[in-house]
């Protein structure tokens, strides 16, 4: 299932348009879940979103009691949009995200609707890099997108060898991808790849979330949160742990 999380579905439509294509494209079903204050809200927000979205599916949890990981986990989610209302939230909603299966999407309600046809895939040194491969190539499968491979300029072969194993997976598979060197290294083609995504009119960046956080993250944010800061369109979030949910066979 593509899950989409929701505040204020006034301002989620684009977000909606894009999980429910992406759904679509995945031949997934599409259901919107919504947090409230307290379990006496939920049957008014359940009452309400019915109303303005009467052919979706929709779960309303009490934000108290319920954990964004056990409802994914509950509902079988394989693909998380989450509406982003507000910047200053989006350290607290990566915390949230921290442990889920799934690749998740935090959007912000000035992007335009999800175009898919470039994905943007920066390649850094660390292992945990290949884990976002499955999912550019479902990309590339489902939904005609061309993978603009952006390769880290390091001095080592490890983000190269990264690149090399990406490719034989995607070489399984007839979808179009490139691979270009970029001119950061690692620790910084992920904030190069938004330049690149603007200059190649991408519509998606696919990047690692952190695996641990050290003393400048926790007191300036995680890499991957100043990359979603700068973008101007959405960033897909890959967790580095190895029981991640297949999106697809």
């Given at each position: ?19 429910a294509?992406?759904a679509?494209?995945?031949g ?7 947090f ?25 949890r ?20 989450i ?24 959007f912000?309600?000035?992007?335009a ?5 470039k994905v943007?895939?920066p ?5 945990e ?10 990309f ?5 997108s ?35 060197k ?12 938004v330049?690149v ?23 300036f ?8 800061k ?9 967790n580095?742990?190895?029981?991640l ?5």
């Amino acid at each position: 299932m593509v899950l989409a999380l929701i505040y204020n579905p006034d301002t989620a439509q684009t977000l909606l348009k894009s999980a429910a294509t992406l759904a679509t494209q995945l031949g997934k079903e599409f259901g919107v879940l919504s947090f409230v204050d307290s379990a006496e809200q939920i049957a008014s927000r359940e009452k309400e979103l019915k109303e303005l979205l009467p052919e979706t599916t929709i779960w309303v949890r009490d934000s108290k009691t319920t954990q964004l990981e056990a409802v994914c986990e509950e509902l079988d989610a394989s693909f998380l949009f989450i509406q982003l209302s507000d910047a200053s939230s989006i350290r607290s909603h990566l915390k949230a995200c921290r442990d889920l299966r799934i690749p998740y999407v935090l959007f912000k309600d000035a992007f335009a609707e999800m175009d898919l046809t470039k994905v943007i895939l920066p390649i850094g040194f660390l292992e945990e890099e290949l884990e976002k491969a499955q999912f550019a190539a479902a990309f590339g499968r489902f939904c005609g997108s061309e993978i603009k491979m952006l390769l880290a300029n390091d001095y080592g072969s490890k983000a190269a060898t990264n690149a090399e194993r990406m490719q034989s997976l995607f070489d399984k598979f007839d979808f179009k991808y490139t691979l270009e060197k970029a001119t950061k290294d690692s620790f910084k083609v992920e904030k190069e790849s938004v330049q690149v995504a603007e200059t190649m009119n991408a519509g998606l960046i696919i990047v690692s979330a952190s695996r641990d956080y050290g003393l400048d993250d926790i007191l300036f944010g995680p890499k991957e949160y100043h990359v979603l800061k700068k973008a101007a369109i959405p960033v897909l979030l890959v967790n580095p742990r190895g029981d991640l949910y297949a999106l697809c066979d």
